[in-house]
């Protein structure tokens, strides 16, 4: 680990939900992480984790009916500190987002080029002739030719759309890309295409230093051969954190190795088990762990004390009582 | 199911299946003569489907194997080719005679959560097959077959899942509905059409085994899916598409393990590993597969491979055995 100040410091974020008939959903329950330049880390888990509420969070863009706490720090500033107020000079400006679905979400009538400047001018960076420019460079970036700046979404291919859409989300040179399932809907020859430009992104940005790469997915092994780090997502926190190499060789949460286990893998032999029963509801108090109903080793206090968050290695930690020997010990 | 039945590997064989569909030229295409086009979306496909067999065709987005899929149970008309089914062609029936053998053949979508009828409970929805099949019998029959294909399907116990709507369900357990509306009529032969891409990780399994078991069981199945992973661990054989082709075919291990055709080893090269430390080299192809209007001349994978010659530009390959490999392990490609 570098002596480098992170990046982006996320500290403790809750996000929750007045739900209409009255109560509250609890989406987001205390993450906690930081990234450094050009690194690209993971963030995983099952529908319904909150791994979108959580980067939609650190964008300020949760509807009204959101309720955000905790600090997202950025250059020594907590972006969240004074809402809106604070957050949109540093939007799409510092820390940007590619949504998911954002290919299939351009304006039919507009060219990409128009789409692409957009940001741009909104933001004052450039316009005219000199957002032209750029937009040919952003282009360029993610591997399209310049001159296919006047064309329009239709006459792109969905792997180019989604090129776009990245190139869209650089247009004013973010230091972080927080990325929303960007190969969900790609096969998987275009997928290896758009993966393999994230990876150059956040390696050289033009002349400048590296992108800081969030990757939201579902897909465990796309974030194995891509990512530096994965965060994994379960009930609203982050139940395992550490190096891919620490998280798939030594997982020290029952749930990580168990979503490892779901996964089929091109030339694994061993037998490709199910998560039995569901994530538990976000809409009411939680007590003691909430994977145990679907956990394979769950130990005396489980049931009755949330699992306390230990650091296990260095940039390793596990929200699991099997980590915890005071607590085991205490309860045998 | 008798120990002939679960051998036989002639429950469905396809024999030089093609499929076109007709693009519209529109009114000023058609008084302006314009050729007319047609999006060959099958060309010359054949295969076969064993009882008791797992073949899964895998290949990208608009590669055929859908189309392939709705031919095959003629959801979609051929335009050449047979389709044999346990010995009868019934690529040319008419619709009544094709009846009783619909029953046989069932089909499963991706997304259960749009193939299911909102307005339905758990019951209506397997009862419904049963009713349009004829095979009404007393309300106690129909409710008993209901209940014992729910069982089959993982829905256990029937009483617990019986009376409840499509929104009360998990997309895990929806997809288990589906399969039992299916398996309801006991057919032969499953379709499956991506089964579980729109399913979360941690369910997936639970389906892929369900359909193993049924396969076990003598049932065929054909998996159509677009991931290679799933392919490797749960199918018997693997059919790979390209363009409408069937480039490469053989058993799924030595498919996944000893790839021969150029198109194959890229798309393995390029299959996500589950472990860090293996990174694969991938080799990337450059641009996205052609459109099957224009289905280039000779080797259709010639423009994109990466060892093609010259006389791959002229000569269209045929599926042939490969030397060397396991003697039902096919490939189509000139240089092999």
């Known amino acids: ?332 | 199911m008798s120990t002939a039945d679960r051998i036989d590997p002639r429950l469905l064989e396809v024999d030089g299946l093609v499929t076109r569909y007709p693009i519209s030229r529109g009114l000023y295409g058609a008084l302006a003569r314009r050729p007319k086009l047609t999006v060959l979306a099958v060309d010359g496909v054949s295969f076969t489907v064993g009882a008791g067999e797992m073949v899964a065709l895998v290949g990208e987005s608009g590669c055929g194997k859908t189309t392939t899929a709705q031919t095959v149970i003629r959801m979609v008309e051929s335009d050449a080719g047979s389709i044999r089914f346990r010995g009868t062609e019934i690529g040319a029936l008419g619709a009544r005679e094709l009846r009783p053998l619909r029953r046989e053949i069932q089909i499963i979508y991706q997304d259960p959560y749009e193939s299911l009828d909102p307005r339905f409970t758990v019951r209506d929805t397997i009862e419904e097959p049963i009713r349009v099949h004829g095979l009404t019998g007393s309300k106690a029959e129909r409710e008993e077959k209901v209940r014992e294909a729910m069982e089959r399907a993982g829905l256990t116990p029937p009483d617990l899942f019986i009376d409840r709507y499509p929104h009360e369900l998990s997309g895990g357990q929806r997809q288990r509905v589906a399969i039992a509306a299916a398996l309801v009529l006991e057919p032969k032969l499953l379709i499956a059409d991506e089964p579980v891409s729109m399913l979360d990780v941690s369910v997936r399994a639970g389906i892929l085994g369900l359909l193993d078991g049924l396969r076990k069981e003598g049932m065929g199945v054909l998996m159509i899916t677009h991931d290679l992973s799933t392919a490797a661990h749960f199918a018997d054989r693997i059919a790979v598409m390209y363009l409408g082709r069937i480039v490469e075919e053989g058993p799924a291990r030595d498919v996944v393990r000893n790839p021969q055709h150029p198109y194959t080893k890229a798309l393995i090269s390029v299959v996500p590993r589950r472990d860090p430390d293996e990174r694969t080299v991938p080799q990337i192809l450059t641009g996205e597969t052609p459109n099957p209007v224009n289905v280039p001349p000779g080797c259709r994978f010639h423009p994109r491979c990466p060892v093609a010659e010259a006389r791959c530009k002229e000569t269209d390959p045929e599926l042939r055995v490969v030397e060397g490999v396991d003697p039902v392990h096919r490939a189509a490609c000139l240089l092999l």
């Open chain 1, 1 to 332: 680990m570098s002596v480098r100040e992170p990046v982006i410091r996320v500290e403790d974020l809750h996000v929750w939900f007045e739900l209409p008939g009255g109560g509250e959903l609890h989406a987001v329950q205390g993450i906690s992480f930081d990234l450094h330049e050009g690194e690209r880390m993971g963030l995983v888990g099952e529908s319904g984790c909150g791994k979108t509420t959580t980067i939609l969070g650190m964008m300020g863009l949760l509807p009204a009916t959101a309720s955000v706490s905790g600090k997202v720090i950025l250059d020594g500033e907590d972006i969240l500190a004074r809402g809106e107020d604070s957050i949109s000079p540093h939007r799409w400006n510092d820390i940007s987002m590619v949504f998911q679905g954002a290919m299939n979400a351009f304006n039919p009538v507009k060219t990409i080029g128009e789409q692409i400047a957009e940001p741009m001018e909104l933001h004052g960076l450039a316009s005219g002739k000199a957002a032209q420019g750029r937009v040919r460079e952003l282009l360029e970036l993610v591997g399209i030719a310049g001159d296919r700046a006047n064309r329009y979404p239709h006459e792109f291919s969905g792997g180019m759309r989604q090129r776009a859409a990245i190139a869209m989300a650089l247009a004013c040179s973010p230091k972080v890309l927080l990325a929303d399932e960007p190969t969900t809907a790609l096969d998987v020859m275009v997928q290896a295409q758009i993966l393999e430009l994230l990876v150059k992104l956040s390696t050289t940005l033009g002349k400048e230093l590296g992108l800081t790469v969030i990757l939201v997915t579902h897909d465990l092994p796309v974030v194995a051969q891509v990512c530096d780090r994965a965060a994994v997502m379960y009930a609203g926190e982050i139940v395992e954190m550490g190096g891919m190499s620490a998280i798939y060789h030594d997982p020290r949460h029952p749930y990580t190795r168990m979503l490892f286990a779901a996964t089929p893998d091109l030339f694994g032999d061993d037998e490709v088990i199910s998560i039995p029963g569901a994530p538990p509801r976000l809409d009411r108090e939680l007590v003691g762990c909430p994977f145990r109903p679907r956990c394979d080793s769950v130990v005396e206090p489980c049931a009755t004390v949330h699992p306390r968050r230990l650091q296990l290695a260095p940039g390793h930690e596990a929200l699991c009582h099997l980590n915890d020997s005071t607590a085991t010990e205490a309860a045998s």
